[in-house]
């Protein structure tokens, strides 16, 4: 399958609609990642549908002495690895397409979860990501639009903007693709020596511990409520035979574990990554609540998402899986 690329919105708008239109937003240099969203995108949008990728480097995203400049710009491959994939075009519109007449005077605000974490280490990064989310909305007018879960804070912003502006869109999210180490697959990792990726492979690594703790602490809740908390619990366990393997469960779930206890399982990776030659310098690690993106308790039930942040040499990195409280089961 062949992309078309296109360059303004205004060829865009005159391509003759007979379903539903599916867009997936990019920034180029496109990788499997990009590959599966796209697929993805052309089984929502099915045969009569259409399926749009854009390829623009938002300036507006970069805070000072960030990599806009050295960002890779790869749009002949991008073009094909597009229509490989399932993509009827591609619109790679310029900076003056998008932004008439210069920076915008209007944008969006990302709010106080903009200000965290991501938004915390790059101040203004989301109102810029916010701005050109929405004016590519505007000039795409998809039905559905899908992003990856690697850019978990971007997703949640992106979803919060779209429900809170009344935005006509349906937003999907796609699972991050990883390369069979474990490490995200990422624009940024081109710009790894072998050393480096080495290290990196640090972020997946600490959240696979995080995770691990995680599903052994729900294992143990899961068999402490096996037997009621009470006098019988007593009786019950020597009567089984199981008092110690039991109690041990019961303890441990209630005092020992925790998102404290994930955190430092993730922790003690890094920390390890920092001692390395070329190190990691960890940047941040939460285990937040993907609504708001603000730290969970220990008495937190539902979804959850364990992001970390990192360096390796002049490349910074980003990561996350989602962990699911209060069920026993596979939260990976």
Known sequence: MTATLLRTAADLHARVRTGRRAVVMTMGALHEGHATLIRTARKIAGPEG???????????QFGAGEDLDRYPRTLDADVELAGTSGADAV???????VYPGGEPQVGISAGPMGERLEGAARPGHFDGMLTVVAKLLHLTRPDVALYGQKDAQQLALIRRMVRDL???????GVPTVREEDGLALSSRNRY????????????????????????AQEALRARAREVPASRARAEALSAIGESR???????????????AAIRAA???VLDEAA???P?????????VDPSDFTDIGDDFTGEAVLAVAARVGATRLIDNIPLTFGTFGDAS
């Open 50 to 60: 259409e399926v749009v990728v854009t390829v623009f480097v938002n300036p507006l």
């Open 91 to 97: 619109f790679a519109p310029s900076v003056d397409e």
């Open 166 to 172: 009344n935005f006509g869109v349906e937003i999907v």
């Open 192 to 215: 790894l020596s072998p050393a480096e990726r080495r290290t990196a492979l640090a972020l997946s690594q600490a959240l696979f511990a995080g995770r691990d703790r995680h599903a």
């Open 245 to 259: 393997a039991a109690a041990d469960a019961h303890a441990v779930a209630t005092t020992a574990g925790g998102p």
């Open 266 to 268: 993730a922790r003690l």
């Open 275 to 277: 001692r390395l030659d």
């Open 279 to 287: 190190p990691l310098t960890p940047d941040y690690l939460a285990l």
